[in-house]
């Protein structure tokens, strides 16, 4: 049934607005949303209708669908917006992300947002955090936030967090400090890697030490990912050049060092490395 409403096209919303009331089935209801989604600004409103739906599984389908429109679901905004107030987290967190996702009048969106950055759960704190930061938002309470992240037991949270922190870079400055505690104890080499991209990009010349170190990691992502960032500190981290020099004697990881070097060195090729390009 919703194969065939959804091939008749936008004349079919309001046979849409009635099944989308009455499925049971958790993924026929998914189909119906993405199908509503599809017929793009037209069915907007009937999206909106069902955002009372007694499920908070629908309510947050719906939610995150809207969101994905992105601009074109401006008209949709006061209700993502009231959504961030809702009595479920999950609808919450989805209102959040979908809130930063439709990108339309800053003033009013980052005003919800922050007030997500308050909210009791901290799946919703976070992904305000990061909508923030995505609209280059973010404040001190945002950074906080996403130092509570990088303290979470889900790896994938933690490297969300750093990954987002590097994104807002030098103001996430009071995060310094908890992600050279995360690089030192981090079981997780993407996320160490992640957490090296950001301590060069937010405390520049002053993570020279720890990038110098993180140049000794035992995996080469993490390796790697301390060379870029030393290269995209330039000049300041020429404290580094003797390091890097000694990634160049590997079969692995040469690359990613002559690189830094490189940058380092304001762009000339190091002297040095003249055999490895041989």
Do not use: W
């Not at 936008?10 to 849409?16: K, R």
């Not at 590097?166 to 908890?178: Q, T």
């Not at 301590?199 to 790697?224: F, H, Y």
């Amino acid at each position: 049934a919703l194969n065939s409403l959804a091939k008749i096209g936008p004349e079919a919303l309001p046979a849409f607005d009635r099944v989308l009331r009455f499925l049971e089935s958790e993924t026929e209801r998914h189909e119906a949303i993405n199908c509503l989604a599809a017929f793009g600004a037209c069915g907007i409103p009937c999206l909106v209708g069902a955002l009372d739906h007694e499920n908070p599984k629908v309510r947050s389908g719906i939610v995150l669908a809207l969101g994905k429109m992105g601009p074109v679901a401006e008209v949709a905004l006061g209700e993502l917006i009231r959504c961030t107030e809702d009595a479920e987290p999950d609808v919450r967190k989805s209102a959040v992300v979908s809130v930063g996702n439709v990108g339309v009048r800053k003033q009013i969106v980052e005003l919800a947002l922050r007030r997500g950055l308050e909210d009791s759960n901290e799946d919703v704190r976070f992904h305000a955090a990061e909508s923030l930061a995505r609209l280059e938002a973010a404040d001190s309470p945002a950074v906080n936030a996403l130092i509570e992240s990088l303290e979470s037991v889900d790896s994938s949270r933690r490297l969300a967090a750093a990954l987002t922190l590097f994104r807002v870079g030098s103001l996430a400055k009071p995060a310094v400090p908890c992600l050279q505690r995360l690089l030192k104890n981090e079981p997780e080499a993407q996320v160490r890697a992640a957490v090296v991209r950001a301590l060069g990009r937010i405390d520049g010349a002053n993570a020279v030490p720890v990038l110098i170190s993180a140049l000794g990691d035992e995996e080469q992502e993490v390796r790697n990912a301390a060379c870029d960032a030393l290269g995209e500190i330039g000049p300041d981290a020429k404290d580094a050049l003797s390091a890097l020099r000694e990634c160049l004697k590997p079969l692995n990881g040469r690359e990613a060092a002559y690189r830094a070097i490189r940058k380092i060195e304001g762009g000339h090729p190091p002297a040095s490395s003249a055999k490895h390009e041989q």
